[in-house]
Nanobody
Framework: QVQLVESGGGFVQPGGSLRLSCAAS????????MTWYRQAPEKERELVAL????????NYADSVKGRFLISRDNAKNTLYLQMNSLKPEDTAVYYC?????????WGQGTQVTVSS
């Protein structure tokens, strides 16, 4: 079965950096477009970044462009999100996502807190 396990979240001061990872299994990772979403308290879940199967195309929410970098290692079945210049408004639970047809798969999420 599909499993997505996020890690790397934590507490960081504004301007700091974190690198999130998502270990994937149970499907052909190398053939799958992958995304990162986040959900802040009392807000809807929003798409943060997307990467196509071979990594040739990436897309970002306007709020993170120039600060976040999505990447993948298909040999390790792992998705990454490098987050730089973090702001308090980046505080959220970050989720790895796979869409197969009409079915969305989610990890358990990893908490990112940006605060001084």
């Amino acid at each position: 079965q599909v499993q997505l396990v996020e890690s790397g979240g934590g507490f960081v001061q504004p301007g700091g950096s974190l690198r999130l990872s998502c270990a994937a299994s149970g499907f052909t990772f190398s053939s799958s477009t992958m995304t990162w979403y986040r959900q802040a308290p009392e807000k809807e879940r929003e798409l943060v970044a997307l990467i196509t199967s071979a990594g040739g195309i990436t897309n970002y929410a306007d709020s993170v462009k120039g600060r976040f970098l999505i990447s993948r290692d298909n040999a390790k079945n792992t998705l990454y999100l490098q987050m730089n210049s973090l702001k308090p408004e980046d505080t959220a639970v970050y989720y790895c996502n796979l869409a197969l047809g009409r079915t969305y798969f989610w990890g358990q999420g990893t908490q990112v807190t940006v605060s001084s």
